[in-house]
């Protein structure tokens, strides 16, 4: 069984460019979770995906948005890139509840790292 | 605001030694708490998973508990190796409205031969 597949592994933008990140879920998967990792911030939640509904965001500017396709796979864009959006990206599935809460557990990625020039 | 919190931030123990990772968390309104194995520059390998009406789970040589009155869970590695060389994070998702996944700073373990 195939695990959650992240493209590109590796990106190296400028500042003020804009980025699309794709997140391909484990097979029958419907929820789908994004966070960025930081030296300094460590692991912090970007947003929640089921049935392409955005079902939480984390507390980032609107210049970080998302999406997810009927098929579970998901994007997520950064625009207008600052310096500090530097950081690895991970991708998230789970297996989610009838309520779409995603209370199972949590199969990442091997992330896609951003440097920002 | 949950905030989670794993001290002290990094450990280095000699080979064979048993040890206990340890994570706290502020609000008990959990569904689950789950262990996670980072090794540079991957992504997070899952551990363990406790739902919140679970004490414990043992997987192998790696047994976690939660005490979810008190906030607190640990993480147990019996007789340590080389290759159990990473970064461990605990995450906790909360209940509620605003539900998400709040991860701890991660522990970072060294173990040598």
């Known amino acids: 069984k195939a695990g959650v597949t992240q493209t590109p592994r590796y990106l190296i933008k400028t500042r003020g460019q804009q980025v699309t990140l794709s997140c391909s879920p484990i097979s029958g998967h419907r929820s789908v979770s994004w966070y960025q990792q930081t030296p300094g911030q460590g692991l912090q939640f970007l947003f929640e995906?089921?049935?392409?509904?955005?079902?939480n965001k984390g507390n980032f500017p609107g210049r970080f948005s998302g999406r997810q396709f009927s098929n579970s796979r998901s994007e997520m864009n950064v625009s207008t890139l600052e310096l500090g959006d530097s950081a690895l990206y991970l991708c998230?599935?789970?297996?989610?509840?009838?309520?779409?809460?995603?209370?199972?557990?949590?199969?990442f990625g091997e992330g896609s790292r951003l440097t920002v020039l | 605001k949950q905030e989670v919190t794993q001290i002290p931030a990094a450990l280095s123990v000699p080979e064979g030694e048993n040890l206990v990772l340890n994570c706290s968390f502020t609000?008990?309104?959990?569904?689950?708490l789950q262990w996670f194995r980072q090794d540079p520059g991957k992504g997070l390998t899952s551990l363990l998973l406790i739902q919140s009406s679970q004490r414990e789970q043992t997987s192998g040589r790696l047994n976690a508990s939660l005490d979810k009155s008190s906030g607190r869970s640990t993480l147990y590695i019996a007789a340590s190796q080389p290759g159990d060389s990473a970064t461990y994070l605990c995450a906790v998702y909360t209940t509620g409205a605003n539900s998400k996944l709040t991860f701890g700073k991660g522990i970072t373990l060294s173990v040598r031969p």
């Open positions: 998230a599935s789970s297996l989610a509840s009838s309520r779409g809460r995603t209370t199972g557990e949590l199969f």
């Open positions: 609000d008990s309104a959990i569904y689950n």
């Open positions: 995906y089921f049935s392409e509904t955005q079902r």
